[in-house]
């Protein structure tokens, strides 16, 4: 089993930018696909963006598209969620997660089976 920290939440400006890792416990990381997903006040968890094994397939949510950027070093085990041009929509707590299963495009809560604790991410206008 695989354990899942997230940091680098805050509060920013509309327009700011913050990173969040997701540093993982054991020594298979390499092994996991990854994702991040947010959830707002009174919404349902969603995808934002996902990448493989190797870091050579990302996928990302069209309302984050272009905006933000996933990353892994499995060196370290940590995955990277850059996020740039913030808009107050993206206020959410953000969750990392990961999968160990051969999931194609892996956007679904369901695909995933271990998560973080949560970040919370406060963009103000």
């Known amino acids: 089993q695989v354990q899942l920290v997230e940091s680098g939440g805050g509060l920013v400006q509309a327009g700011g930018s913050l990173r969040l890792s997701c540093v993982a416990s054991?020594?298979?990381?390499?092994?996991?696909?990854m994702g991040w997903f947010r959830q707002a006040p009174g919404k349902e968890r969603e995808f934002v963006s996902s990448i493989s094994r190797s870091g050579g397939s990302t996928r990302y949510a069209d309302s984050v598209k272009g905006r933000f950027t996933i990353s892994r070093d499995n060196a370290k085990n940590t995955v990277y969620l850059q996020m740039s041009s913030l808009k107050p929509e993206d206020t959410a707590v953000y969750y990392c997660?990961?999968?160990?299963?051969?999931?194609?495009?892996?956007?679904?809560?369901?695909?995933?089976?271990?998560w973080g604790q949560g970040t919370q991410v406060t963009v103000s206008s």
């Open positions: 997660a990961g999968t160990s299963r051969s999931v194609q495009g892996p956007i679904r809560r369901s695909d995933y089976d271990y």
């Open positions: 054991g020594r298979t990381f390499s092994t996991y696909i």
